[in-house]
Structure formats: structure tokens, C-alpha cells
């Protein structure tokens, strides 16, 4: 157990010292190997958020820990007057696996909504653009109840008014839709700049698209001359079992945003632009002073190549199918479905109790997260194999075995879970 002095004094230091942006901290954690991690008392934890589908590699992967380390010792930061080695590795490799082409461009950030707001005044250019040619485009379109980031832009994108509230007015331009074709092909016309989706709405619990979804808005988008803009910020760098998911559809987008798992641990996002899109940019329009330093690049380089060398896309994909089989085959009178693609994966309840299940899985030594009221949310890292799948369904089912039980005490009379 954890000593209750010690517990005390880093959660005060934290409520002291820390902006209160977020709720109160849940552990203190002091190191990590692999799908595991230790907290200041030395217990272990099997940890299934990965970061929150971050640490691609596991934690202190050593081809991480090396490429940090090589990269350090030579060459950290420049400024983005001048180029190096890793920096165009990383942006050829980023094209390539994203089939951008020889036209395609990258812009580097320091994360997921740095990535976006570039996409947010890449979509303002292509309006300004058509408007100089006598087409204006003031409107952009998103999804109801998706998510892109809490930057200005970024929330002015982001479909969830209760936390756009605090902070109105938004950045203007922006409509939402209805998560189907039939809204779209209604909302379209020749005014839009562009469309921002996700393929899979990981803060909306891990929902995906409806199926063709991609596949028609790519059609309805270049029939209307708006650009198609793809958020793979949680779903990228083989989460899914595809390098991104908008490959699953065969089409080709105008440009994706990236972050999270390209690093694997280490803050780094990308905009990565294909066709006519990638000369919308120009000198001065946008900026970074420590996007695509050398030493994020060259790790980003080393967590792409290890994934790739390692056949972790392959291994997403059939740890995934493994993993929501296994959930199935719990049969919790809790669980209604599992969601998702790959290694991000929804576990849909039948009540709303996901903060419970998630608390009850810490107190039983795994980590997972709560994406809403009714579902947890899974993204380990790629790297996993039977044994932490294993161990996985035996600490989620007990998880899930404590909050039934609870649930029981708190009212004997209801048998809804029994008949649902």
C-alpha cells in the first residue's frame, strides 16, 4: 500500500502548485517498462491508456530511450531557420506512410492541437484562395460531439458546446453536423472550405464513422472543391492496424493532422498535406519555434521505424480482435458492446458508471480511462502480447465484478441489469 504521508504530501504539492485544469491526480507514477508502470510505493500496474494512446512502444522502449539519447548528445534544437537530418527524414517518412505523394508537404508542431490549428488555417487559406478567384468560403463544417483540441481554434472545432461555454465567443465559421452522409450532402455547397472529421471519435467514447462514411464525404468535398481534413491524432501511427485509419477506406484526403503516437512519449504533431493543398502555405502565414527540432524528429523517426520493423501494425490489429472477443466472452451484465478499431478500443456499459469501473480497475492494478459516463476507453501500447492480454481480462474482470457488486448493495431491488 501506498504510504498515506507520502500519498498526502504529493497531492498537496500538486493541488498547490498546479493549475487546477484538470480533476485531482490519480497516482504518482515514477517509472515504466513496457505495459507496465510503478507508482511511488513500488506497485505495478498494467497500463491500458498508453498515455492515452501515446506511448506507441511501451514505456522505456530502448530504441526510444536510444534515439533520445543519440539525438541529445549531438544536436537538440536549431529554431526553424534551418533544416536537419532527422527533421526532412521524418517528413519524407510521414509522407510515405501516409501515400501524400511527391506533392505532399509537412508542418511540425509540438502536438495534436498545434497540428490542427495549422489545419484550421490551412482550411482559412483555401477559402481566402477561392475568394481572390471570385468563390468566397467562409464556412467550415465539423461533427457534432467530436473533438480536435482545446487551443482557441482548436475548441472553435470541437463539437461539444459545454466546453466551448466558458470561453465564448468561438472563433467564427464554424458549423456542426449530424455524424451521417445525409447531413453532409445537406450542408454542403460551394461556400465550404473544407470538412474536419475523425475517423473514430475517441473523446465521444470511441465511436466510429458509420460505414462509407470517409469514402462519401471524399466525393462530396471534391464535387464542391472543399478540402477533406482527417484528425488521426488519436487513431494515427498504426493504432488501427492501418499507419492511419482513413487508409482503411482507400481514399486519399487533402491533408491529416498527427501527433500522439509518432512520438511515443515525446511531444511532437504534424500536418502533413497532400495535392493543391500543399501549396497553400506560404512564408510567414504560420509557425513554430520548437516544431520539428531535431531531437523530437529523430525520435519520431526511431518509434516509426521500430513499428514498422517490429510488424506492430499487423499485431494492433489482431490484438484488438483478441481483446474485444475476450471482453465479449466476460459476458459482465455491464458490458453492452465493444467499439472501436485496432488498439483503440471502447467498452460501451450499460449504466453510467465508467468513473466507477475505472477506479475499481486502479484499485485492482490497471490503468484505463473513462472516455464518458458509459464508456472506458482502452489504447495500450502496440507492443502488447498474450501475456498482457491475459492479464488484462482477469484485472478488467474484476474490475467490472467490484461495481456490479456495488451496484447490487446500493439497491438489492434492481434486477434491470439482469434483464437488459
Do not use: C
Not at 59 to 79: G, K
Not at 100 to 110: H, I, L, Q, T
Not at 379 to 392: K, N, Q, S, W
Amino acid at each position: 500500500m501506498t504510504d498515506t504521508t507520502t500519498q498526502a504530501r504529493w497531492q498537496e504539492d500538486a493541488s498547490r502548485d498546479l493549475v487546477r485544469n484538470a480533476g485531482a491526480r490519480l497516482a504518482m507514477f515514477t517509472r515504466g517498462e513496457g505495459a507496465s508502470v510503478w507508482d511511488d510505493s513500488g506497485r505495478r500496474y498494467l497500463d491500458f491508456l498508453g498515455g492515452i494512446a501515446v506511448t506507441s512502444l511501451g514505456h522505456a522502449h530502448p530504441v526510444f530511450v536510444d534515439a533520445i539519447a543519440r539525438q541529445a548528445a549531438t544536436l537538440a534544437h536549431v529554431s526553424n531557420y534551418f533544416a536537419t537530418p532527422p527533421q526532412l527524414e521524418l517528413a519524407a517518412l510521414l509522407k510515405e506512410i501516409a501515400g501524400a505523394g511527391e506533392a505532399g508537404r509537412v508542418y511540425f508542431g509540438n502536438s495534436g492541437a498545434e497540428a490542427n490549428e495549422a489545419a484550421f488555417k490551412l482550411a482559412r487559406l483555401h477559402g481566402a484562395a477561392d475568394r481572390n478567384a471570385g468563390t468566397p468560403r467562409p464556412r467550415i463544417l465539423a461533427l457534432e460531439n467530436a473533438f480536435h483540441g482545446r487551443t482557441m481554434g482548436t475548441l472553435a472545432l470541437t463539437g461539444k458546446p459545454y466546453m466551448q461555454e466558458p470561453f465564448l465567443p468561438m472563433v467564427p465559421g464554424v458549423e456542426f453536423l449530424d455524424s451521417t452522409v445525409a447531413a453532409l450532402e445537406a450542408a454542403m455547397d460551394d461556400r465550404v472550405a473544407a470538412l474536419f472529421v475523425e475517423p473514430i471519435k475517441g473523446e465521444a467514447g470511441v465511436v466510429e464513422l458509420p460505414e462509407g462514411y470517409l469514402r462519401a464525404a471524399r466525393e462530396i468535398t471534391r464535387r464542391h472543391g472543399a478540402l477533406l481534413i482527417v484528425d488521426e491524432i488519436q487513431t494515427g501511427a498504426g493504432r488501427t492496424g492501418e499507419w492511419f485509419a482513413f487508409q482503411h477506406e482507400g481514399i486519399t484526403p487533402d491533408a491529416i493532422t498527427v501527433a500522439k503516437g509518432i512520438g511515443g512519449g515525446f511531444p511532437i504533431g504534424a500536418l502533413i498535406t497532400y495535392g493543391e493543398a500543399s501549396d497553400l502555405f506560404y512564408p510567414g502565414t504560420h509557425g513554430s519555434t520548437f516544431g520539428g527540432n531535431a531531437l523530437g524528429t529523430a525520435v519520431a523517426v526511431a518509434v516509426l521505424r521500430e513499428i514498422e520493423r517490429a510488424g506492430l501494425l499487423a499485431n494492433a490489429a489482431e490484438r484488438g480482435v483478441q481483446l474485444r472477443t475476450a471482453i465479449e466472452a466476460l459476458d459482465s451484465p455491464l458490458v453492452r458492446e465493444t467499439r472501436g478499431r485496432g488498439l483503440l478500443i471502447g467498452v460501451g456499459l450499460r449504466h453510467p458508471v465508467a468513473g466507477a469501473v475505472v477506479a475499481a480497475a486502479q484499485q485492482h492494478g490497471l490503468i484505463v480511462n473513462a472516455a464518458n459516463e458509459d464508456t472506458v476507453r482502452l489504447a495500450p501500447a502496440l507492443t502488447i502480447g498474450d501475456v498482457e492480454v491475459d492479464e488484462f481480462i482477469d484485472l478488467f474482470g474484476r474490475a467490472l465484478h467490484t461495481v456490479e457488486d456495488s451496484l447490487l448493495l446500493e439497491d438489492p431491488t434492481d434486477h434491470s441489469k439482469e434483464s437488459a
